[in-house]
Nanobody, 123 residues
Framework: HVQLVESGGGSVQAGGSLRLSCAAS??????????KGWFRQAPGKEREGIAA???????KYADSVKGRFTISKDNANNTLYLQMNNLKPEDTAMYYC????????????????WGQGTQVTVS
């Protein structure tokens, strides 16, 4: 049974930083070695892909977070990270990690596994 669990969310002031983690359990290695991503969804808005990473460490970012957010992974511990710097109020959302996409993409549909989300609030 595959499970993704996010942590590290919270409330911060504008300009602050947070580091989100996504721990994967019960996952077969090829899934975690594949394409993974971070998404966010604010109330009343569609889910937005913000960062993705492949098994070689290649990354893709949404323009809204480029230069401020960094996606990384620890294959040995099956953990995905999102370092968020210079946070803005418009970054307020529920943040989700996702795994097992066949491609490096910021679209949600190709991802097969999702976490339950962690809330980030920037004031």
């Amino acid at each position: 049974h595959v499970q993704l669990v996010e942590s590290g969310g919270g409330s911060v002031q504008a300009g602050g930083s947070l580091r989100l983690s996504c721990a994967a359990s019960g996952i077969y290695s090829s899934a975690f070695m594949g394409f993974k991503g971070w998404f966010r969804q604010a109330p009343g808005k569609e889910r937005e892909g913000i960062a993705a990473i492949d098994s070689d460490g290649n990354t893709k970012y949404a323009d809204s977070v480029k230069g401020r957010f960094t996606i990384s992974k620890d294959n040995a511990n099956n953990t995905l990270y999102l370092q968020m710097n210079n946070l803005k109020p418009e970054d307020t959302a529920m943040y989700y990690c996702a795994a097992d996409s066949p491609i490096l993409t910021l679209y949600p549909n190709p991802y097969n596994y999702w976490g339950q989300g962690t809330q980030v609030t920037v004031s």
